[in-house]
């Protein structure tokens, strides 16, 4: 039998995200109602600056003042998609403490004070789902919370960033610079204005912080994960990879130490072999590689960003927090039962493609594999080409850690035959 008295809803943020989370809350109301088992009633939707146009919201719902409508007293759950740590880290505490539930988005807030605000739920006995603040509309975080509980999870590796997919796709298909595949990503909509959170991969990290924290049972921050973005890649790194047979990949890998003692979450451009599964994931889609003991390994693909996607998200989690509203009950909480410390990125031991510009003259290949052995870095393939004194020599190292490489790269740039070190580049996907 269907509750009658509504469960209210007050949404912080009325952007992309936000305008199409009211849409769909109103114009499918009677299917959310059935689903949930009461109605669902928008209660109101605090936006910074009112007076905008935002077709299908209903004006009389709008408001200034989030911490009124946090604060209302009747709120059931709050979800919340404006983003940024502050005001909307004080406003889900507030809503904690007024007994509703919260359905985020924010994977900036989650990667730096998760924990927090999962105690702060914890206490007040609600929940705290957030699936669309890592991959979009891909169902992602559930599994790992809840289907793969009772698996061990070693391994997540993936494409969490649609915008430097966009732009290093183009790259690789088009043969477009950086520059020309970032101007057309902000022209279709798929680069901010100011596209920095993206391209210096501060998205994909704090993405990588929260995969990392619920993959391995342990609290890992976007403080713990290395990361660089895609601005220094060029088109002769894109070349390389095809001439490899590999493409070039953002990439957020989450690892569990061999030994079971330590964690490490890094975000790098990566070449992966067109054999691989996320080799042919195109323009600003994501996919996640999830590897598990009894399992094995699980890919999840979809659309990774976009109003639509993500709204979709939002409202798998509200539907789930209302049920569990209706039920008297809570969904899984924060599990950081491992404590295990992030493993610094000078340990981390990966392949290297290294593109030097030497002297074109006899001796000098000899001279650079010097350098690499006596750093203990084992070469793999070497590939050289000359012209008129000059030559480009490109070396494919076997797995060494990130130290051992970057000593052999000082001791290479003090050599008088070596003119500069061009590029380098870590190789996943083996």
């Known amino acids: 039998m269907m509750r009658t008295r509504p469960l209210k809803v007050a949404l912080l ?9 009211a849409r769909i809350m109103t114009t499918t109301a009677d299917d959310l109602a059935a689903r949930i088992g009461a109605p669902v009633e928008l209660a109101g939707i605090a936006v910074r600056r009112a007076g905008r146009a935002r077709p299908g919201v209903p004006e009389h719902l709008i408001t200034t003042d989030a911490e009124a409508l946090v604060n209302r007293g009747d709120i059931d759950v709050v979800v919340e998609v404006v983003g940024g740590i502050e005001p909307s880290k004080s ?28 105690a702060a739920a ?27 509980a009772g698996d061990k999870v070693n391994r997540v590796l993936g494409i969490v960033n649609g915008t430097t ?42 993405k990588a912080a929260i995969l990392a924290g619920i993959a ?126 992030a493993k610094p990125m000078d340990e981390v031991v990966t392949r290297y493609h290294v593109s030097l510009d030497v002297d074109d003259r006899a001796g000098v290949l000899a001279q650079v594999a010097s350098v690499f052995a006596e750093h203990g870095v084992s070469i793999d393939t070497v590939r050289q080409q000359g012209r008129d004194g000059d030559a480009s020599l490109v070396v494919v190292t076997h797995r060494a850690t990130d130290a051992a490489l970057s000593a052999t790269v000082d001791k290479l740039r003090a050599l008088d035959s070596v003119r500069d070190v061009a590029s380098i580049m870590r190789v996943e996907g083996e």
């Open 13 to 21: 943020g009325c952007g992309v995200v936000g305008s199409e989370v």
């Open 91 to 118: 406003l889900l505490l507030s809503a904690f403490e007024q007994g509703a539930s919260v359905v985020s988005a924010n994977k900036a807030l989650l990667a730096k004070d998760g924990t927090e605000l999962h």
């Open 122 to 148: 914890a206490r007040a006995g609600v929940d705290l789902y957030y699936e669309a603040a890592v991959a979009g509309a891909i169902p992602l975080l559930r599994p790992l919370r809840e289907s793969l």
């Open 165 to 206: 997919n966009f732009i290093l796709d183009k790259m690789d298909t088009t043969g477009a610079g950086y520059s020309e595949a970032l101007e057309e990503a902000t022209a279709l909509g798929y680069a901010e204005a100011d596209p920095t959170a993206d391209v210096e991969g501060f998205d994909a990290a704090a």
């Open 216 to 341: 391995f049972h342990t609290e890992v921050t976007a403080a713990d994960v290395y990361r660089e973005g895609i601005t220094e890649v060029t088109a002769a790194d894109i070349a390389s990879a095809k001439e490899m047979g590999c493409v070039v990949k953002l990439l957020a890998i989450c690892e569990r130490a061999a030994d079971g003692e330590s964690v490490t979450a890094r975000v790098h451009p990566a070449m992966i072999p067109l054999s691989h599964p996320l080799a042919s994931v195109r323009e600003a889609y994501n996919a996640v590689f999830v590897e598990a003991e009894a399992a094995g390994r699980l890919m999840f693909y979809g659309p990774g960003a976009g109003g639509s996607p993500t709204a979709s998200a939002v409202l798998g989690d509200l539907v789930a927090v209302c049920r569990n509203k209706l039920a008297g009950a809570t969904g899984p909480g924060d599990s950081v039962y491992t404590q295990l410390p």
